[in-house]
């Protein structure tokens, strides 16, 4: 199978970074605490205008896209998938890595020198919008690994998605996501579906 693999929030915890990272900037700057832990933009979840929720990321973006910690195990399980046969997308729209500029190859560069430094294997990545469908289309996607409720909506409707369970995405229950919590969950589930095919 050709699988897609979404990096924030199914390589990164990117939840538990916001919570962490957000509620420390906001109490210390604004004396504001989280409202809606459930949330998937820091907008939502601490109740905050776009321009508050700029002047965040502006503080902390680079250390988000440099320091993440890899979710566990990740890397090991991906390894195992290519060892299986299966070729690895990495389909990511974060913030500016699609724009063709200075800053965009600045955060492409970030995030090929992040995969490699947590040792994930690919076959190809591709820098995509925030619609991913039709990138999977195009690069003929078997499966795709993903956290992002409507890029689970749009692109169940056409082939399967492993959802990586977050707060945020615990509701979006439909016929072709499979919901998984861990790498080695997704993994089992791969390893399930390839034999039903």
């Known amino acids: 199978m050709r699988i897609g693999i979404d990096i924030d929030g199914v390589l990164t915890d990117v939840k538990k970074w916001q919570l962490d990272y957000a509620s420390k900037f906001f109490a210390e700057k604004y004396n504001m605490k989280i409202v809606n832990y459930k949330g998937y933009e820091i907008e939502n979840i601490l109740d905050v205008d ?3 929720d700029q002047e965040f990321w502006d503080t902390y973006y680079d250390e988000y896209c ?3 910690e890899c979710r566990r195990f990740a890397s090991e399980v ?3 998938l290519q060892n299986d046969g299966h070729e690895i997308y990495i389909i990511t729209a974060r ?3 699609n724009t063709e500029d200075e800053i965009g190859k600045k955060y492409r560069d970030i995030v090929l020198n992040w995969l490699d ?4 294997s690919y076959d190809k990545i591709i820098f995509s919008p925030e619609d991913k469908l039709g990138i999977c289309i195009q690069n003929k996607i078997d499966l795709m690994i993903e956290d ?6 749009k692109i169940s409707d056409v082939i399967p998605v492993i959802c990586f369970h977050a707060n945020y995405n615990e509701q979006c229950i ?4 499979i919901r998984c ?7 089992m589930n791969i390893r399930e579906l390839n034999d039903s095919i």
């Not at 430094?117 to 994930?120: D, P, R």
């Not at 439909?174 to 996501?177: A, L």
């Open 174 to 177: 439909r016929k072709n996501v």
């Open 78 to 80: 991906i390894k195992k």
């Open 181 to 187: 919590y861990s790498w080695y969950d997704i993994y």
């Open 50 to 52: 776009n321009q508050l």
């Open 95 to 97: 913030y500016l890595t």
């Open 117 to 120: 430094k947590n040792k994930i």
């Open 148 to 153: 992002k409720v409507d890029n689970i909506i």
């Open 66 to 68: 440099t320091n993440i």
